[in-house]
Each structure stands twice: as structure tokens, then as C-alpha cells.
């Protein structure tokens, strides 16, 4: 089964089972946005465990490498302001 993602608008392509890190790291998209601390969020441990990989869905931030990708989901990369985990 195949669905689509939806970052920053544009349309991504998942396989059933994928995180969205996964579909997101196949279709060439490796900035997720800005932590506070200035530094740009990217996949990095991929267990959840440096939080380095929030995004935004619906307003709150998820780890991308534990979240599986949903058809339809809309995701934004993380800004400096966004906090609530």
C-alpha cells in the first residue's frame, strides 16, 4: 500500500509501514526545521531518544523517526518558537 505526506505542502510519497523520517529521508528532505537552540533539526538517532527530528503535525511536535506516516498527514518543519512536545 502506498499513501502520500503532505510537508510543507508538498505532496510525499510513503509505503505502508514507513515513519515519516523514512519518507521523508527517500524523497531527499533532510531539514526539518530549527530547534531553539539555532541549530537545524534532521534525523539523527532515529529511536526517538534526541529529539533532533521534531516536526509539526497539527500544531503539535512529534518525532518524526517514530511517527508513522498516515495518508493525508500535514507536516511542517519546526520552528525555534514551537516547545510543546
Known sequence: MRGTIYWNGKPIPF???ETVSAALNKAG???????????????????GQ????????????V???LQ???????????SRGDTSV
Open 29 to 47: 528532505i533532510g531539514f526539518l526545521g530549527v530547534a531553539p537552540s539555532g541549530q537545524s533539526r534532521a534525523l539523527f538517532c532515529g529511536i
Open 15 to 17: 509505503q505502508k509501514g
Open 68 to 78: 508513522p506516516a498516515l495518508d493525508g498527514m500535514r507536516l511542517e518543519g519546526a
Open 63 to 65: 518525532e518524526s523517526c
Open 50 to 61: 534526541c529529539q533532533g527530528c521534531l516536526v509539526s503535525l497539527n500544531g503539535r511536535l
